[in-house]
């Protein structure tokens, strides 16, 4: 028995802010951001928003369109980094929004690999036997973490939340591999304290610069491109599956030109590699559920399409998960 993905579900922060817009803010430039990074505008959390309410949004759109109730679920399983309560857990709150009870709610915390991470471990129990119906939800809110005078951080993050419900299922469809990496020694190359006010764009209250998200960019860089191709090659080989026969790449989303290197790398034509990160930016937790939730939307995806998501960000973390829809 394996666990395939039935639906899915997408909700953002209400505002929209476009490079334009954050040279107000700082000293920078559309023409840099754009060239550097592929993003025009991500959405940004304001005083008074909510990403658990967001992240619940994300979750009833997916329930509907699985057409299962909220209380038909078995597990609620959360990539994120961003609660605003150190617990009870954003599952919890998730869970407490859609109004159930009892069943286990948990997060998993590796940053912007966190869906990737989430699905793994969703899987994984399904597999075992402990649950048949599973809510993943990947939810982020970087931008109130930045220190909004830095623009090497600050111009990158976006916020919000993607869905998807899982269901056990016989046969071949379904996640056919999972391959989950860290390496703690790098933990450096991008962190925030766990300390800190939440520092909206909009917010009088600012995070102090080393309360914020501190990252080596470039260093960082070159170990996405590496590690993301290294892992997107493992779990097609686990599944013996061959990378001309995997349809569509929804890697994450944090750079053009970490999507365009890790695609070349691997010889994936681009027509193949979905993006999306233009209009949100880099959402962490939330980009792969957001990206593939639009190449459904977009007819991207169809049965038995063989579909690539990978991802890597803080920790360091890294992982793929390759699905037969
Ligand atoms: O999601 C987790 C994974 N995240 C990543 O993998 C991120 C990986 N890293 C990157 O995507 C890129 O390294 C960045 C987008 C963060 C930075 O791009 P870069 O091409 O590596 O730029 P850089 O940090 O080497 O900076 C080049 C120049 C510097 O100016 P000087 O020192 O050469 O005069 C920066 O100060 O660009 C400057 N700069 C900016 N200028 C205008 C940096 N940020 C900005 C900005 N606007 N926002």
């Known amino acids: 028995m394996g666990s395939r993905i039935v639906a899915t579900g ?8 476009s490079n334009k817009d954050l040279e107000r803010y700082m000293d920078t430039s559309d023409e840099w951001i754009k060239s550097r990074t592929g993003i025009n505008q991500r959405y940004a959390i304001r005083q008074g928003e909510s990403l658990a309410e967001i992240a619940t949004t994300a979750s009833r759109i997916a329930l509907e369109r699985a057409g299962l ?20 857990s954003f599952a919890c709150q998730i869970q407490h ?3 159930i009870s009892s069943i286990p709610a948990f997060d998993v915390a590796a940053a912007c690999s966190g869906f990737i991470y989430a699905i793994s471990v969703a899987d ?12 993943v939800v990947g939810a982020d809110a970087l931008s109130t973490m930045v220190d909004w005078n830095d623009r090497r951080t600050a111009v990158l993050f976006g916020d919000g939340a993607g869905a998807v419900v899982m ?22 190359l991008l962190s925030v304290r766990a300390t800190g006010v939440r520092s909206t764009i909009d917010s009088e209250v600012r995070r102090c610069a080393d309360d914020a998200i501190q990252m080596k960019g470039p260093e960082l860089f070159k170990i996405a491109v590496k590690s993301m191709e290294e892992v997107s090659r493992l779990v097609a080989e686990r599944a013996g599956v061959k990378l001309d026969e995997i349809d569509l790449f929804v890697p994450h989303q944090a750079n053009m030109r970490i999507i365009t290197a890790v695609a070349d790398r691997l010889g994936m034509p681009h027509e193949k590699v979905f993006t999306n990160i233009d209009r949100f930016g ?19 995806i169809h049965d038995n399409s063989i579909v690539m998501l990978n991802a890597c960000g803080g920790g360091l973390t890294w992982g793929a998960n390759l699905i037969r829809w």
């Open 97 to 99: 929004q859609l109004g």
């Open 124 to 135: 994984s129990q399904m597999r075992a036997g402990d649950f048949k119906r599973v809510l």
């Open 10 to 17: 997408r909700a953002l922060p209400r505002t929209a802010l």
């Open 69 to 88: 109730k909220a209380s038909e679920l078995d597990a609620i399983i959360v990539g994120t980094v961003s609660s605003e309560y150190a617990f009870p």
């Open 282 to 300: 880099n959402t962490s937790a939330a980009s792969v559920p957001i990206a593939l939730d639009e190449a459904i939307e977009q007819g991207r």
């Open 167 to 188: 269901v056990t299922t016989p046969g071949n469809r379904g996640v056919l591999s999972s391959l989950l990496r860290s390496s703690g020694e790098h933990w450096h």
